[in-house]
């Protein structure tokens, strides 16, 4: 018992609850108290005194600290629980949700979208052939154009042999080699020595494969060639320009093997007329 | 509700006893606390984080080993020590304004005396000063008896004699 007394009025058991000891010191203390309940019971007075006089040194927290701290401790509750003096309070809190209002317009601006471009796929397509039909168009107009100008520039090529007071026309009768119906038509222009054959006015008989006309002008009385040309079913109406030649006396066609000969075969001269 | 019912509920982790738990001690665990930390904001962040830190390791506390208001109040004056100590709440106090801490000293006296403790005065002056001062440094200022043995320049069998004393002395009052 002495020991008890002395362990009692070292003071130990002060500090002990004041938690001013080493953990082997607390460890001992708790020993002791549970071996002997004479020392549990100067303990619990010692923690009952000091109890009482935090109390009479109490301080009251300010009103919100009993929100603040409680709601903490709810919060590591972990779960929604209130306090009944705050229950009031939270449902004033409680604000209804209303269903957030469904918003189509990007649903419907994209469905229009999607429709415009198909639409407008279907448009570019359609105009794109219509255009490619109107380039079709155009090129046969062009090319008709083209054609209708060359006979236009051509006719009036034509009608300038007809209009030059130099052109001079000498119409070719027929030998007796030839029908009597036979003709042919020689322009001259004696100011370029051109010397033009009148294809439409060719009225010869047909040449074959193997035969064709020379046209020859008449030089101080020796036959200068002209050029060949043949008389074929196909309608000409061109002026076939032939060789040059400055001063003829006469012109002449004669039937010659094909290509042509150097000197006119006298016996097939088929038609000749005088400048 | 009792202590034995108290500590059984919150065992139990009911919520009710968070309740009562706060409404029977937190004026003492603030008293205690706002005698160590003089700042009121700190104090009262000191006991959020007493409450929270009782309510997480409860079951740690056993009445075996002595009453629960002797655990929390240790716990506060650990927590309140660590803060004061702490490298933050020094540099905290270093560029406080001294209108400020006039605030701070009028909130700190702004102490709720209940009508059961009208004693306090007897209770004073039945306390000799060194007998104050030393459960003062000791209780409120978290010294640990050897510093405060440094502090005041005493043997240590001394100071914890005085405190022994002066704990006799609050007991004899009580009873």
């Known amino acids: 018992m002495e020991d008890i007394k002395a362990y009692i009025e070292s003071g130990i058991l002060e500090l002990y609850v004041l938690g001013d000891v080493s953990p082997a010191e607390k460890l001992q203390v708790e020993e002791m108290a549970s071996k002997h309940p004479a020392i549990k019971a100067e303990l619990d007075d010692i923690e009952r005194s000091m109890e009482l006089y935090a109390g009479e040194n109490a301080i009251e927290p300010t009103e919100h600290m009993r929100d603040r701290i409680l709601n903490s401790l709810v919060v590591n509750l972990a779960d929604d629980a209130n306090f009944p003096t705050k229950k009031s309070h939270v449902k004033d809190n409680v604000v209804t949700l209303t269903p957030p209002k469904q918003n189509n317009f990007y649903k419907y601006a994209f469905a229009a979208c999607l429709a415009l471009l198909i639409a407008s796929v279907v448009v570019i397509v359609s105009i794109s052939n219509k255009l490619n039909d109107a380039n079709t168009q155009l090129l046969a107009l062009n090319s008709t154009n083209q054609h209708f100008t060359s006979t236009v520039k051509y006719m009036d090529h034509q009608l300038s042999i007809y209009r030059d007071p130099s052109v001079k026309f000498i119409k070719l009768n027929p030998t007796v080699h030839a029908p009597k119906t036979a003709s042919i038509t020689v322009a001259f222009n004696s100011e370029k020595k051109e010397v033009m054959l009148d294809m439409a006015n060719v009225k010869m008989p047909k040449t074959d494969k193997t035969h064709q006309y020379q046209l020859w002008a008449i030089v101080d009385k020796k036959p200068v060639s002209l050029g060949v040309f043949d008389k074929t079913d196909a309608d000409s109406i061109e002026m076939k320009e032939m060789g040059s030649v400055a001063s003829p006396q006469a012109f002449a066609v004669t039937l010659e093997p094909r290509g042509g000969s150097i000197n006119p075969t006298m016996d097939e001269m088929m038609v000749i007329g005088n400048y | ?175």
């Not at chain 2, 005396?113 to 306390?127: A, R």
């Not at chain 2, 007998?131 to 440094?150: C, N, R």
Request: glycine share 4%; aromatic share 10%.
């Open chain 2, 1 to 175: 509700m009792s202590e034995e019912e108290l500590v059984s509920a919150l065992k139990n982790r009911e919520k009710i006893a968070v309740e009562a738990l706060y409404d029977m001690y937190s004026s003492s665990l603030y008293g205690v606390i706002s005698r160590i930390i003089i700042d009121t904001a700190t104090a009262e962040d000191v006991l959020q984080e007493t409450f929270v830190k009782i309510w997480h390791s409860f079951s740690s506390y056993s009445t075996d080993k002595g009453r629960l208001f002797t655990w929390m109040v240790n716990i506060a004056r650990h927590l309140a020590i660590d803060k004061l100590r702490s490298k933050d709440f020094k540099n905290q106090n270093k560029n406080q304004e001294l209108e400020n801490n006039v605030t701070f000293i009028d909130e700190q006296r702004n102490t709720v005396y209940k009508p059961e403790l009208l004693g306090i005065k007897d209770l004073v002056q039945t306390l000799k000063p060194e007998q104050k001062l030393i459960l003062e440094l000791v209780y409120f200022k978290g010294y640990t008896h050897v510093e405060a043995a440094d502090e005041l320049g005493i043997p240590l069998g001394t100071i914890k004699t005085r405190l022994r004393m002066a704990i006799l002395q609050l007991r004899k009052h009580f009873n």
